[in-house]
């Protein structure tokens, strides 16, 4: 296929990351009442870690919730109903993360009021809250046109999934993904395939569901151009 651009386009250098976590600044929650002023006085890098950093760690394995917060209710503290309130918290559906912040203390409040002051994690499971730096490293690999993302993204890392899908969200004016940013200068011809891209729900899948959604949703356009 032949692409025209509307301007010049850059090539897309592919880049991977990885996490360093330290300490947050705020004491380690036991309760749910120190949780709840945990998350009232926490940086918001802290929210930003817990809730969207979640799917790059290698610890993170449960499936059942997408943040830190919804899993330490259900394994620790044992409060489903909690967990599950927390669990269906989408942050990227808010403008800023002091909305996020807002949601998650009513969110805590409300079970406080429900269940009292009382609920605790046993020993040595306390809630600690934790903040991180994304270390960005090149990996060599560039694309030029809208067929190179097809053929090349088997070849991305989960991580490199991570920091141009979900991560670009946070540090692109426009808050989409780096993809996205990219294939806007091709012109029209690639409204199929920047549709396909903003119709994937990404926050609840793992990295490697999220890559294989991001598989398929550039390969439809193409396929459907070849049999058209």
């Known amino acids: 296929m032949v692409w025209k651009t509307e ?26 009442r120190e949780l709840r002023e945990g ?17 790059l760690r290698p610890t993170f394995d449960d499936p059942e919730f997408s943040n830190d917060f919804a899993v330490w209710a259900a394994k620790h503290v044992r409060d489903r109903i909690l967990a599950e309130r927390l669990g269906v918290i989408n942050p990227y559906e808010f403008d800023n993360l002091e909305q996020l ?4 203390l009513e969110v805590v409040d409300d079970r406080l009021s429900e269940v009292g002051h009382h609920q605790f994690a046993p020993a040595g499971e306390d ?17 030029r046109t809208p067929d190179d993302l097809v053929t090349r993204l088997p070849q991305f890392s989960t991580s490199s999934v991570y920091y141009h899908f979900v991560e ?6 426009t808050r989409l993904d780096d993809f996205s940013n990219w294939l806007a200068g091709f012109g029209a ?4 395939l920047l549709d396909a891209l903003h119709g994937i729900d990404f926050y ?3 990295l ?16 459907e151009t070849a049999h058209g």
């Open 127 to 143: 809630f600690r809250f934790m903040r991180a730096v994304t270390v960005v490293f090149d990996v060599g690999i560039q694309l």
């Open 101 to 104: 912040r807002e949601v998650v």
């Open 7 to 32: 301007k010049v386009n850059m090539p897309f250098e592919v880049k991977d990351c990885t996490l360093i976590t330290r300490m947050g600044g705020v004491q380690a929650a036991v309760s749910l």
């Open 204 to 206: 609840y899948l793992t």
């Open 208 to 223: 490697r569901e999220l890559k294989d959604a991001l598989l398929e949703a550039v390969c439809q356009p193409f396929m």
């Open 39 to 55: 998350v009232a006085r926490c940086p918001l890098e802290c929210l930003f870690h817990h809730f969207c950093e979640t799917q």
């Open 168 to 173: 670009a969200r946070r540090r692109t004016e």
């Open 189 to 192: 011809g690639t409204e199929p």
